[in-house]
C-alpha cells in the first residue's frame, strides 16, 4: 500500500512539476493553486493511513502551521526523495513559490481559521 501512495503521489508531482514548467507558473504571474498542489504533492505522503501521518490544513492551527513551514519543514523533509526511482530531493523538487501556496492553503483551512479544510 505503502509504495503504491508514493508511486501515485510521486508521480502527480512530477506531470506537476513540468506542467508547471510548461505553463510558466513559477515566474509568469499565474497565481499558484495551494489546495491543487496539496492534493497533487502532499496527499500521497500525507493522505488517510500513509505512511508519513495524515495531515490536512485543519488538522493543525495557524501558529502550528506558520512553525511547521517556518522551522520545521526543511528539516522533516531533508534527505527525502521523489520516489524510489527518482532520487531528485524532495526539498529542491518543490520550488519556493509552490511551497508559499502550499502554506497560505493550509493557514487559510487550519483549524481556527474561519473555514477549516480537510482538503478531502
Not at 506531470?15 to 510558466?24: D, E, H
Not at 512553525?67 to 518543490?94: P, Q, R
Request: aromatic share 6%.
Amino acid at each position: 500500500m505503502r509504495k503504491t501512495l508514493n508511486v501515485l503521489g510521486l508521480v502527480s508531482l512530477a506531470l506537476l512539476l513540468a506542467a508547471s514548467a510548461l505553463a510558466g507558473d513559477e515566474g509568469g504571474g499565474k497565481k499558484l493553486d495551494g489546495k491543487k498542489l496539496f492534493k497533487e504533492v502532499c496527499k500521497g505522503c500525507h493522505g488517510a493511513e500513509a505512511p508519513a501521518g495524515e495531515y490536512a490544513p485543519m488538522f493543525l492551527i495557524q501558529e502550528q502551521w506558520t512553525k511547521f513551514f517556518a522551522e520545521d519543514y526543511a528539516t522533516t523533509h531533508k534527505g527525502l526523495t521523489v520516489s524510489e526511482s527518482d532520487t531528485t530531493k524532495v526539498l529542491d523538487a518543490i520550488t519556493p513559490e509552490m511551497l508559499e501556496a502550499i502554506r497560505a492553503f493550509c493557514l487559510e483551512g487550519a483549524a481556527d481559521s474561519e473555514h477549516p479544510m480537510t482538503c478531502g
